[in-house]
């Protein structure tokens, strides 16, 4: 058995070894392994990973291990977009219904996954629009829309050079033309200056007022253009609070509605050869203002644990991201802790 030896040439002796239910093979070639539960499953991914990198160079394919426990979480999530939808249904707009309908298609393939991969069921086209940041999970989010037959307008607030520098700009709309799709920028409110003046003085947080005046911008801009849906690329709201009618605008997570992960939007990048925006934690003034002080600090780590309590991130995937902020944060304030 490959597990066994690897674990045995690793020198991973304890546990138990573990009890392989299903293998799943997908038309690209990648590798499903089901395990009994979370614990199984760590058995086959080993400390930092190891033992699943090697099982994936052994093999010859991208290697995907599930815990039984894991799934059926995430099937109950699927449950309930499937019943947040069916709650909207008599309160949304005609265009609205027509773009719940296409997701629940989407939302059911899920259901089956990984055993089956999604078919990609192609469905009538819809108005709607992307909130596009150019990261991995508003490219997936755009990338699956794509894949179902939808053209839907990627949108981005155009926020300034303390947030996104014209680099990063030209990066997000070239993903854009990229992914064949029609890509506009949206002006911010006039808020969004106050906020990097607060965030440089550390009087707060920037990514909850960021986040608000973004929507805001994005809400007053879909208004004027008569458009009723927005699809975002966030994880967290899953379930029933993965699709919110904010008076006449239908928003959905699509990712979140998916029950998806971090891997799985960024794998989907991938198999698109779309390469996201990446290289950092969060944008431009949070990297700046970032600091050993908790009210700076803590608010960014309690996201990355958040994700992680939700499987959204992997451990490692977690670990990653608090490096990322811890370091840049003592480089730019060696004051003492609040």
Not at 235 to 254: E, I, K, N
């Amino acid at each position: 058995m490959i597990l066994r030896d690897i674990r045995t040439s690793l020198g991973y002796e304890r546990g138990v070894m573990p009890v392989v239910e299903a293998v799943f093979t997908h038309s690209d070639n990648s590798l499903h392994v089901i395990l009994p539960d979370r614990a199984e499953k760590s058995m086959c991914l080993g400390p930092g990973g190891r033992v699943a990198a090697e099982f994936t160079k052994r093999v010859g394919k991208h290697t995907t291990f599930y815990g039984l426990d894991e799934l059926e979480v995430r099937r109950q999530r699927l449950r309930l977009t499937l019943r947040r939808f069916d709650e909207l249904e008599a309160s949304v707009s005609e265009n609205q219904r027509r773009v719940l309908v296409a997701l629940r298609s989407r939302v059911e393939e899920e259901m089956e996954y990984p055993e089956r991969e999604p078919k990609r069921t192609q469905t009538p086209p819809c108005d709607m629009t992307v909130a596009f940041s150019g990261g991995a999970d508003s490219c997936a989010a755009s990338l699956i829309l794509r894949g179902m037959g939808q053209s839907p307008v990627l949108m981005t607030v155009r926020l300034g050079e303390e947030f996104l520098n014209r680099r990063d700009l030209e990066i997000i709309h070239h993903l854009g033309k990229e992914m064949g799709l029609v890509h506009e920028f949206v002006e911010p409110l006039p808020d969004h200056r106050t906020i990097a003046e607060q965030a440089k003085r550390g009087d707060l947080h920037p990514c909850g007022s960021c986040h608000d005046s973004m929507y805001r911008s994005l809400y007053r801009h879909i208004n004027e253009s008569e458009h009723d849906v927005i699809i975002t690329g966030e994880l967290l709201p899953t379930g029933r609070q993965s699709a919110v009618l904010d008076r006449d605008l239908l928003v959905v997570h699509l990712p979140a509605a998916l029950a998806m992960s971090k891997f799985r939007t960024s794998r989907i990048c991938q198999q698109a050869s779309v390469t996201p925006l990446t290289g950092r934690y969060g944008c431009r003034l949070l990297a700046e203002t970032l600091s050993p002080r908790w009210n700076m600090l803590g608010p960014s780590i309690f996201r990355v644990l958040r994700e992680l309590e939700a499987g959204v991130l992997t451990t490692g995937q977690a670990l990653e991201q608090i490096k990322r902020l811890v370091k840049p944060a003592l480089q730019t304030d060696s004051s003492p802790h609040d």
